[in-house]
């Protein structure tokens, strides 16, 4: 009954860094995103999938690169991270496309 | 793409006393808004939706208004209670892209 997993729950690393967020869900949601989440701005999404094999982007996707080989897991990478990428970035799932969408409990990430 | 733009950004309420939280969108085409709640350290959880069909949806304490013409949805909590205190996210769609709103904290005073 894990629900909706992100790991790790804190990170640290440098400039020009690539690091690698995970996602896993356990209910076989179709529907993934991605969002990042900072003072001021709410919530931004960054990469949604609507399958496995099917991504699209968000609006801030510059920096990041997403994939989905399989309907329960969603990686998120900054393939050189920079400081502005510095948030807190929550995965979610939907059964449905205007659906309730469920949130991970968050990833805190730090660029320095 | 959708604005939406939500106030106040924060809000101190008495217990029992009743809170009111205003969003507006920029968007049309949006059919589609949801109300979010995130307690400290946690991700966001669903509390109350309404659809473009609807004006008025209640759940216990929580309503949630929608003026399609004015273009603007309001959350209203009734009775507050200590738990009752986190950060509330207004959000618009007409596909599965939520724009969300920047948040407003609220803070239940006993």
């Known amino acids: 009954d894990a629900g909706i997993t992100q790991s790790p729950r804190y990170k640290i690393t440098e400039t020009g860094r690539q690091v690698t967020l995970m996602c896993h869900q356990t209910w076989s949601h179709s529907y993934m995103f991605w969002y990042r989440q900072d003072l001021g701005h709410g919530l931004r999404l960054i990469y949604y999938?609507?399958?496995?094999?099917?991504?699209d982007k968000g609006e801030v996707p510059d920096g990041y690169v997403v994939s989905r080989s399989k309907t329960e897991n969603f990686p998120l990478t900054l393939e050189s991270a920079t400081r502005s990428q510095t948030s807190v970035y929550f995965c979610?799932?939907?059964?449905?496309?205007?659906?309730?969408?469920?949130f991970g409990p968050g990833t805190r990430l730090t660029v320095t | 793409g959708e604005n939406v733009e939500q106030h106040p950004s924060t809000l101190s309420v008495q217990e029992g006393d009743s809170a009111v939280i205003k969003c507006t969108y920029s968007?049309?085409?949006?059919?589609?808004f949801p109300w979010y709640k995130q307690e400290l350290g946690k991700g966001p959880q669903l509390i109350i939706d309404?659809?473009?069909?609807?004006g008025e949806k209640k759940d216990q304490r929580i309503a949630v208004t929608l003026n399609k013409t004015a273009k603007h949805f309001s959350l209203h909590i009734t009775e507050t209670q200590p738990e009752d205190s986190a950060v509330y996210f207004c959000a618009a769609s007409n596909d599965y892209k939520l724009s969300f709103g920047a948040g407003t904290t609220v803070t239940v005073r006993a």
């Open positions: 968007d049309s085409a949006s059919n589609y």
């Open positions: 309404i659809r473009s069909n609807v």
């Open positions: 979610a799932s939907s059964v449905s496309p205007r659906g309730e969408q469920y």
């Open positions: 999938s609507a399958a496995a094999d099917i991504t």
